[in-house]
């Protein structure tokens, strides 16, 4: 089993930054995905960011320029992902979690809020 933990989530204003943090720990044989989700009440969970072991990243339209995500270096062999968030909106506000993808299988954390006000 793959467990995922998250932290960094928090109540900001307008404008502000958060950095997200997140390790995985526990079966990893070998990481083909990582990064974070996010969902609102009532809406699908989306993508926000991910990255890949050779370090392409991907990011939704709406966070573009705005999130950064990054990992620790892979000699460190730490599992570790970040998403550094700057310029925040109030429709930032959402549960963000953490998701790996290993061999096919998705293993997702808890969840960590994130809380923009206006």
């Known amino acids: 089993q793959v467990q995922l933990e998250e932290s960094g989530g928090g109540l900001v204003q307008t404008g502000g930054s958060l950095r997200l943090s997140c390790t995985a720990s526990?079966?990893?044989?070998?990481?083909?995905?990582m990064g974070w989700y996010r969902q609102t009440p009532g809406n699908q969970r989306e993508l926000v960011a991910v990255?890949?072991?050779?370090?392409?990243?991907?990011?939704?339209d709406s966070v573009k320029g705005r999130f950064s995500i990054s990992r620790d270096n892979p000699r460190t062999r730490r599992n570790t992902v970040y998403l550094q968030m700057d310029s925040l909106k109030p429709e930032d506000s959402a549960l963000y979690y953490c998701?790996?993808?290993?061999?096919?299988?998705?293993?997702w954390g808890q969840g960590t809020q994130v809380t923009v006000s206006s």
């Open positions: 526990g079966r990893i044989v070998s990481v083909d995905v």
């Open positions: 998701y790996l993808n290993q061999r096919g299988f998705a293993s």
């Open positions: 990255i890949r072991p050779n370090g392409m990243t991907e990011y939704a």
